[in-house]
């Protein structure tokens, strides 16, 4: 048996999603699962291209017949399992035709599945669950690889709860963004030829599945999912033990088709379509896996903007304060307002003086010293004090920075050698990594304005060779988030 190698999936990938805008995930989670041989429910409004992605995967598997059907509460057992065969009546037998229909399917779409009848919900449970459907008197092994349901909304009775269950992956589906409605419009008409991909036959799906068994559950991947569930149990939200084991087969699955041995805390990515039950936990538990796991949250430093703005503030303080026993304030604006009205500083001759750009020269100096006069002078040592306490700021910054650049680069290595997470989810996380770093970067822009502000305080030797007390901030530990 030979494994898929990653450029056949990676082609098969392309072909399921070609024309396809903004399903890169929803067309990765649907393979994915139909290799581990689980279930896909499509949630979104019509005319989200939930059927067109159903009739593309049948494509990647040769030798799985297809079947669809639009379920109503209407619809009767025969249309999904087959008519009943008048020979075995006269035989006394109850027993359907199932050639053609969902018994000899590979791949399955059930369209608005969750308005089917009980009488077809309940022979459906079986189906899915254990491979089996129960014709007559006996039990015949179907060769289901995986059903995609589909549905406009979340069934709100009870009594659908344990179909649902049976559906591993829930993959939200919604109209494309108004920045690819452009594109929609320029998709090429249905129909259009799709990138070639070799179909996957039965040797290699058994060759996936028993490269699957063979990968272990990493000790971080572990830690996780019990992270998980007790954060899960304090929000009331459960996930079945049944679900529990084939998310782990879900996740093996994609371990071995990337080749690796272990399954690791990135394979987590899958818990919102696995542990959400609808959009809000399929968001909360998204958040969760950035923030928990990745630390890939764009922090705002809100506790370092206000060191920031501090010291800003602290260092226009000091430029603007007065000269101890300098001449009031308005003494000292009446004569830079009269030096001013007669052209000092303005860089203008004197009428009719050969002399004027000296006395122009001469003027702009006696009107800095007037302004020098009037400002407050530091002695080194103040200037050193508040040059300290800025620097120790930056050098804890620079730490902080370097090691969230670090963990950034971390992942976007590990992002690398990934199959099945979608740019669009990967995306998200980087996205995040780089705000807080540009964030970083822009508060130590401006801490680094702070420095230079109060290396240009006027500096004088006669002034108290004194320390400040030091600008007043939170605690170093508090100014940026723990990574």
């Not at 449970?125 to 690889?145: K, M, S």
């Not at 920031?308 to 007065?322: D, G, I, R």
């Not at 989810?425 to 995040?432: E, G, P």
């Amino acid at each position: 048996m030979t494994l898929p190698d990653a450029a056949h999936l990676r082609a098969l990938i392309a072909r399921l999603e070609a024309g396809l805008l903004e399903r890169d995930a929803a067309v990765r989670l649907v393979l994915l699962a139909a290799l581990a041989g689980e279930h896909v429910l499509l949630i979104g409004p019509p005319g989200t291209a939930k059927s067109e992605l159903a009739r593309r995967l049948h494509t990647a598997f040769a030798a799985a017949p297809y079947f669809e059907r639009l379920l109503t509460r209407f619809s009767t057992p025969e249309e999904l399992f087959g008519p009943l065969s008048l020979k075995a009546l006269e035989a006394d037998r109850y027993e359907r035709l199932t050639t053609g229909f969902l018994p000899t399917a590979g791949i399955a779409f059930l369209d608005e599945v969750f308005k089917a009848n009980s009488a077809i919900l309940n022979a459906l449970l079986t189906l899915l669950n254990e491979r089996a459907f129960d014709n007559g008197r006996g039990r015949e092994a179907v060769p289901l690889v995986s059903v995609v349901g589909a549905s406009n909304e979340l069934p709100a009775d009870e009594a659908l709860q344990a179909f649902f269950d049976r559906f591993l992956v829930r993959v939200p589906v919604a109209p494309v963004s108004d920045a690819a409605f452009a594109a929609l419009l320029h998709l090429p008409t249905p129909g259009s030829a799709l990138p070639h991909a070799a179909p996957l036959d039965e040797a290699e799906r058994s060759a996936v599945a028993t490269a699957a068994s063979a990968v272990s559950l990493g000790q971080d991947a572990l830690q996780a999912c019990a992270a998980l569930r007790t954060w899960l149990a304090a929000r009331g939200w459960t996930v079945s033990d049944r679900r529990w084991r084939q998310w782990i087969g879900l996740m093996r699955t994609a371990a071995a088709t990337e080749g690796r041995p272990d399954v690791d805390v990135l394979d987590l990515w899958l818990a919102p379509y696995v542990a959400g039950a609808d959009a809000v936990q399929m968001q909360a538990v998204a958040e969760w896996f950035a923030h928990e796991v990745l630390g890939a949250v764009a922090h705002d430093f809100a506790p370092l903007g206000h060191a920031v703005q501090a010291f800003e503030q602290q260092a226009e303080l000091e430029h603007s304060a007065p000269a101890p026993g300098a001449a009031g304030p308005d003494d000292a604006a009446g004569k830079l307002a009269l030096a001013r009205a007669i052209g000092w500083g303005e860089g203008h001759p004197a009428d009719g003086n050969a002399d004027a750009p000296g006395t122009a020269a001469m003027a702009r100096l006696t009107l800095a010293g007037l302004e020098a006069a009037q400002r407050r002078h530091y002695s080194p040592v103040h200037v050193a004090s508040r040059l300290a306490q800025v620097d120790d700021l930056l050098d804890h910054v620079a730490r902080h920075h370097q090691a969230l650049a670090a963990q950034a680069a971390a992942l976007d290595a590990r992002l690398a050698g990934r199959l099945w997470i979608a740019t669009s989810v990967s995306a998200r996380w980087q996205a995040a990594h780089a705000g807080s770093l540009a964030r970083l970067q822009s508060l130590t822009t401006r801490l680094q304005a702070a420095r230079e502000a109060f290396a240009a305080l006027p500096v004088s030797q006669a002034a108290p060779p004194v320390a400040p007390e030091p600008v007043a901030l939170p605690a170093l530990d508090s100014l940026t988030p723990a990574v």
